[in-house]
């Protein structure tokens, strides 16, 4: 069975870091594209940035360009979203996401995280 858990979120200033962690079991994160989404308070769902099967960054967004990068452990089966240099827009709740390749559009992904909130004010 397929699972993910995200961990990591909270409160921070502008400027601050944050770490995600996306935990999954039921499949091994290093032979999957794994996706971070996040949906603002009345906004759509809208896609982040996704690591690729050959760990490659793609990224949705530009303003996180530079700022956030995924990476993976596969001995812990975790995927991790380090945010850097946050900013007020950056809240959200952020959930990962996982199919067998990187797409912008959320329909693709059938399994998901239940989110992990991220706040930035000052």
């Known amino acids: 069975q397929v699972q993910l858990v995200e961990s990591g979120g909270g409160s921070v200033q502008p400027g601050g870091s944050l770490r995600l962690s996306c935990a999954a079991s039921?499949?091994?994160?290093?032979?999957?594209?794994i996706a971070w989404f996040r949906q603002a308070p009345g906004k759509e769902r809208e896609g982040v940035l996704c690591s690729s099967v050959s760990d490659d960054n793609i990224y949705y967004l530009d303003s996180v360009q530079g700022r956030f990068t995924i990476s993976r452990d596969l001995a812990k089966n975790t995927v991790h979203l380090q945010m850097n240099s946050l900013k007020p827009e950056d809240t959200g709740v952020y959930y990962c996401?996982?199919?067998?390749?990187?797409?912008?559009?959320?329909?693709?992904?059938?399994?998901w995280g239940q989110g992990t909130q991220v706040t930035v004010s000052s």
């Open positions: 039921g499949f091994t994160v290093g032979s999957y594209a």
């Open positions: 996401a996982t199919d067998y390749f990187c797409s912008q559009d959320s329909r693709q992904y059938d399994y």
